[in-house]
Nanobody, 118 residues
Framework: VQMVESGGGMVQAGGSLRLSCRAS???????????MGWYRQAPGKQRELVAS???????NYADSVKGRFSISRDNSRKTVYLRMNSLKADDTALYYC??????????WGQGTQVSVSS
């Protein structure tokens, strides 16, 4: 199984983006059992978890994005979304998603770059 991320881009501060992440090659029953997480990694910094969602739809967010980001999933499409509003320069990073198991259930994708200009 391979994660495939898309939807990144360059926006001005205050703008919005919606990221998508599809689990290519996964079967439905495996995907729905996964708690999925969106992560980001800025240059010179460690990868951090920004949002997660269980198979049943329960969500959690890092304090830095709470109230601005929204995670959702479409299990029939084996896809996870991250809606990002009120973007800040500090949100600039490479964004990834994967299952939160150890090890994750899928290979990491290449990520999608989000660049926010102030």
């Amino acid at each position: 199984v391979q994660m495939v991320e898309s939807g990144g881009g360059m926006v001005q501060a205050g703008g919005s983006l919606r990221l998508s992440c599809r689990a290519s090659g996964s079967i439905f029953s495996v995907f729905i059992a996964q708690t999925m997480g969106w992560y980001r990694q800025a240059p010179g910094k460690q990868r951090e978890l920004v949002a997660s969602i269980t198979g049943g739809g329960d969500t959690n967010y890092a304090d830095s994005v709470k109230g601005r980001f929204s995670i959702s999933r479409d299990n029939s499409r084996k896809t996870v979304y991250l809606r990002m509003n009120s973007l800040k320069a500090d949100d600039t990073a490479l964004y990834y998603c994967n299952g939160m198991g150890d090890p994750p259930f899928a290979l990491w994708g290449q990520g999608t770059q989000v660049s926010v200009s102030s």
